[in-house]
């Protein structure tokens, strides 16, 4: 089964700096890539997905991530945080076989 | 448009008592999905449910732990003779029949158990 890790169990950032929340999978098949966020006391929420065709892909609020394939990652990017940006991420991956895995989630604090 | 619904979104159990846990999935998806949550860990699967069918349990606990996914209502996830450690947010997730879309998730139930 495929598996995912996050490298960043918890980043800090001031607001306005650029962000990189690292992920790598594990498989050797066609896959389909996802990060979720979870703002906290919510449930988790689809930022952007990657299926096939332009590997940089851009979600919403300013997400984008990087689909590499050579080297089985998938960063989610952000220019420049907001305070509101807070929140738990995390990279997914499904296999086609619809069994979905998660990454352990990073934790983004952003000070104002 | 409903998305996808648990119940209750609070639940205290005393130690020892049977938790239950129900997801109804968004209209016309015939997967589920059961995550569990920590405090201050990620988050981790439990299992995958197809239609009166167990498709990946690899994540349930051995014991006291069970799903079901019936032709007919909500997903349930049982959890029985509960105790402290089983105190969490428990996602329940739904996707359409075919493979490789993304998961739609409930607000989550969570559980406390005195």
């Known amino acids: 089964a495929q598996s995912v890790s996050q490298h960043n169990h918890h980043v800090i950032l001031s607001e306005a700096a650029s962000l990189e929340l690292g992920c790598n999978y594990s498989?050797?098949?066609?896959?389909?890539l996802f990060w979720y966020v979870q703002y906290p006391g919510q449930h988790l929420q689809l930022l952007l997905k990657?299926?096939?065709?332009?590997?940089l892909v851009k979600g919403i609020k300013g997400f984008e991530a990087e689909f590499i394939k050579s080297k089985f990652s998938f960063n989610l990017r952000k220019p420049s945080v907001q305070w509101s940006d807070t929140a738990e991420y995390f990279c997914a991956v499904n296999a086609w076989n619809n069994d979905m895995r998660f990454g352990a989630g990073t934790r983004l604090t952003v000070k104002p | 448009n409903a998305g996808v619904m648990q119940n209750p979104r609070h639940l205290v159990r005393r130690r020892g008592q049977e938790a239950r846990l129900r997801c109804s999935p968004v209209k016309g998806h015939s997967h589920v999905y059961w995550y569990r949550q920590l405090p201050e860990e990620g988050l981790k699967f439990m299992v995958y449910l197809q239609k009166e069918n167990i498709i990946d349990e690899s994540g349930m606990p051995k014991e006291r732990f069970s799903a079901e996914f019936p032709k007919e209502g909500p997903s349930i996830l049982r959890i029985q003779q509960v105790v402290r450690g089983d105190s969490a947010a428990y996602f329940c997730?739904?996707?359409?029949?075919?493979?490789?879309?993304?998961?739609?998730f409930g607000p989550g139930t969570r559980l406390t158990v005195t």
């Open positions: 997730a739904s996707s359409p029949p075919r493979g490789g879309y993304e998961q739609y």
């Open positions: 990657y299926f096939s065709g332009d590997p």
């Open positions: 498989y050797g098949g066609t896959v389909n």
